[in-house]
């Protein structure tokens, strides 16, 4: 049932142990204060399990954190960011990225923002603080990154494209515009990656919070991860045009700024791409004699595809926006059905279907 409702076995409790294995390696170093410049490279040992032998378990036993700090115009410590990396080799046979990391060596970043001087002379001892007093938000964290690796070493592989779009949406030039942000926020959750791991980070957080089949109702109309998928199902064209034109001020068209967006966007895809597609020595002798690597005929075909839309930016934009709203629905349903796997049964009747048209009150 965990693999169908898509939360490997254990992982909540691998979540957990990293998170206390970190706090034990972070509190043995000896860093003071806190600058830009400040980072740590620490390797472990530990003991991770996920999954199980029925299906496919992964067992973790070295760890590399990467930590790191940026300094932000805010009065207190948060967390920026956590990442999994992943290593992948290109296959130019069927475009694909290959992940050949040894299984047992897990690779994941932490990222903390801290106040600038104006605010506070941020200390190491800060950060523990602020890591031990939101244990919640970094186990889930956690967690999170452990399903990419668990999902790595399931299927070792994904497309080349996929892995573009990723990164041309992470990437993407915001122009400042809050609206845009949000916009790509949805972009970036949508994408196959993010969306296998929800399922896992939310179950952790029910593990922790103590969430059975009484209280789950309550508890996944509040969790930020529903709201971001309800916001997905509902998101539309003009709410993100409006937004443009209300932050603009009438200072540029919407259009303009899409166009821009859409444009970094593609130049960011096609150069993950092509990092990946071909090396110097395929380049060079491209510009020496103009002879075509399998790599330079596959970039040309993607970017004649990322440039469909350059002169109608707005019908790229309503397409994303559509496959947003089929997304979010699908994940609705998907993250529903954690009450599945949550602990004491009740005598409340069918909650998914509750929640099903509570969140689709047309249906009923």
């Not at 965990?2 to 972070?26: F, Q, R, S």
């Not at 005929?297 to 993607?302: G, V």
Request: charged share 25%.
């Amino acid at each position: 049932m965990n693999e169908e409702v898509g939360v490997p076995k254990n992982i909540e409790k691998a979540g957990e142990k990293l998170y206390h294995v970190i706090l034990t390696e972070l509190k043995k170093t000896s860093v003071d204060e806190i600058n830009t410049k400040t980072t740590l490279d620490l390797d472990f040992n530990t003991n991770l399990v996920i999954g199980n032998k029925d299906n496919k378990q992964l067992t973790i036993t070295d760890v590399n954190l990467q930590v790191d700090f940026s300094e932000l115009n805010h009065d207190k410590v948060v967390l920026l960011s956590a990442g999994y990396n992943p290593r992948p080799e290109i296959d130019k046979e069927r475009w694909l990225l290959i992940n050949d990391n040894d299984p047992k060596e897990l690779f994941v970043r932490l990222s903390f923002g801290y106040p600038d001087s104006d605010f506070h002379n941020t200390e190491f001892s800060d950060i523990i603080n602020y890591y031990e007093t939101n244990s919640l938000q970094i186990i889930s964290s956690l967690t999170h990154e452990l399903k990419h690796a668990y999902d790595f070493y399931v299927k070792p592989h994904e497309t080349l494209k996929d892995f573009s779009h990723y990164m041309g949406i992470t990437k993407a030039n915001r122009y400042g515009i809050q609206t845009v942000n949000e916009f790509l926020h949805l972009l970036y959750l949508a994408t196959k990656t993010e969306i296998i791991v929800k399922p896992s980070e939310m179950y952790s957080r029910m593990t922790l919070t103590g969430i059975n089949k009484e209280n789950f109702l309550e508890f996944l109309l509040n969790d930020e991860t529903y709201l971001e998928f309800k916001k997905m199902r509902e998101y539309t064209l003009d709410y993100l045009v409006n937004g443009i034109r209300k932050e603009s001020n009438g200072a540029f068209s919407a259009k303009r700024a899409l166009q821009g967006v859409y444009v970094s966007m593609s130049q960011h895809e096609l150069d993950t791409a092509s990092g990946f597609a071909t090396d110097f020595f395929e380049d060079m002798y491209y510009q020496i004699s103009q002879a075509k690597s399998k790599g330079h005929e596959f970039l040309e075909k993607y970017q004649e595809e990322l440039v469909k839309y350059q002169n109608d930016p707005i019908k790229y934009f309503q397409q994303q926006i559509k496959n947003l709203n089929k997304v979010g629905d699908y994940m609705i349903r998907k993250i529903g059905k954690l009450y599945s796997i949550a602990s004491e049964e009740t005598k409340n009747g069918d909650v998914i279907r509750k929640i099903y048209y509570k969140a689709n009150p047309q249906t009923k």
